[in-house]
């Protein structure tokens, strides 16, 4: 693939035969219709020229060849040789054709390829003194200069979307790195929670079923056990449901989100929970704002997973440039005891994965304190 590609369309080789192609046929026909003779050597070059322009632009199997290194060399020699010593000496064509040369140049080849053929150009009709050339050589300047302008600026973009294109593969493997994460987190729950009581409820009917024809009414009493266990698993299933769905950010205001956040928490698992806000109103970016409502999701969904709390209050607070929301219960505790911020997690390998992920693509803090038998706090800054 040559350099050009990466930002321009094949077609364009198409249209560039053709321009080629015309330009050959124009310098032939002033090579041999001009009137006077013409030296045997330079008719030859331009007979070759224009084979060579035509043939390309027939045969599909020369498209690559047209945009090499050794196709801007031949052509590049070509215009000198016809623009100074040709029938076409007043540069009339090859004022033309080495524009088209330096935009085909530009855009097909490399900065330095350019700059060299460039150099070339002009070191040629600074040394050889053709007749009648002064208006060729300043077209060559000029257009050469502009050429390795736009070729460099071209280089800059290539290297740009090359790093936006690294950028964007990264991002890709983040996604599906965090949607790996996240699938393992749900199979675990699933398998923790709702799938465990399912295996409980089938070993226990399966006792009932022995049960009844022994002991009636204790039978009655075990089924009464079930009854209660199932519905505390429908109300776990329709709690971990929820948590599944995609997180509602209330037009950007956090207040309200946290708010409902709290409320279905509380109305899912029956755990007394408590909302305080001294702002009416929080304004984030919806993004930030998703992220920082998953993140309070996932640690009232381990309040009641794992601490077997029977209260818990959940505040945020706006202060200066930062947002801050806590999450303390009355449950048993994390297995450690002690305040350790988001480092201190990492270098002990303690506290959940998922909230200390989250928090540091946010840029913010964490601080999880436990109180083994007296409950935990979990406490999570963000830059507003």
Request: charged share 20%; with cysteine; glycine share 6%.
């Amino acid at each position: 693939m040559a350099a050009g590609d990466v930002v321009f369309p094949r077609e364009w080789r198409r249209l560039r035969s053709v321009f080629r192609a015309v330009f050959a046929l124009a310098c032939l026909y002033a090579q041999l219709f001009s009137g006077r003779p013409q030296p045997l050597v330079l008719n030859a070059i331009a007979v070759v020229f224009a084979a060579y322009s035509l043939t390309v632009l027939v045969w599909n199997k020369l498209d690559d060849f047209q945009v090499s290194l050794a196709s801007l060399f031949v052509e590049t020699a070509f215009f000198v040789a016809i623009s100074a010593y040709g029938a076409d000496q007043s540069g009339r064509f090859g004022s033309f054709f080495f524009l088209y040369l330096m935009v085909s140049a530009a855009i097909h080849h490399d900065w330095g390829d350019v700059c060299t053929v460039v150099a070339a150009s002009l070191a040629f009709f600074a040394f050889v003194r053709a007749p009648e050339s002064i208006a060729l050589r300043y077209v060559t300047l000029i257009a050469g200069l502009l050429a390795c302008t736009l070729t460099y600026y071209k280089k800059q973009l290539q290297a740009h979307l090359g790093e936006s294109a690294r950028r964007e593969q990264a991002l890709h493997a983040e996604a599906d790195h965090v949607r790996d994460l996240e699938r393992q987190r749900i199979a675990g729950d699933f398998h923790d929670g709702p799938l465990q009581t399912f295996i409980s409820l089938q070993v226990r009917l399966d006792i009932l079923g022995t049960l009844f024809k022994r002991d009636r009414n204790a039978a009655l009493e075990d089924l009464k056990e079930l009854q209660a266990l199932s519905r505390s698993q429908v109300t776990e299933i329709r709690s971990f449901l929820r948590s599944m769905r995609p997180v509602e950010v209330d037009d950007s205001d956090l207040v309200t989100s946290v708010r409902r956040i709290v409320e279905y928490f509380q109305k899912d698992t029956g755990v007394s929970t408590h909302f305080v806000s001294a702002q009416t109103e929080v304004r984030v970016a919806p993004e930030t704002g998703h992220e920082l409502l998953q993140i309070l999701r996932e640690a009232l969904n381990n309040v009641h997973k794992h601490s077997k709390a029977s209260r818990a209050v959940v505040s945020i607070e706006h202060a200066g440039k930062t947002i801050e929301i806590s999450v303390d219960d009355d449950g048993t505790g994390f297995p450690f005891s002690g305040s350790f911020t988001l480092d201190e997690l990492d270098l002990l390998r303690l506290g959940p994965q998922s909230i200390k992920r989250r928090v540091r693509s946010l840029g913010g803090d964490l601080t999880i304190e436990s109180r083994p038998g007296h409950g935990a706090g979990t406490k999570f800054r963000i830059p507003a």
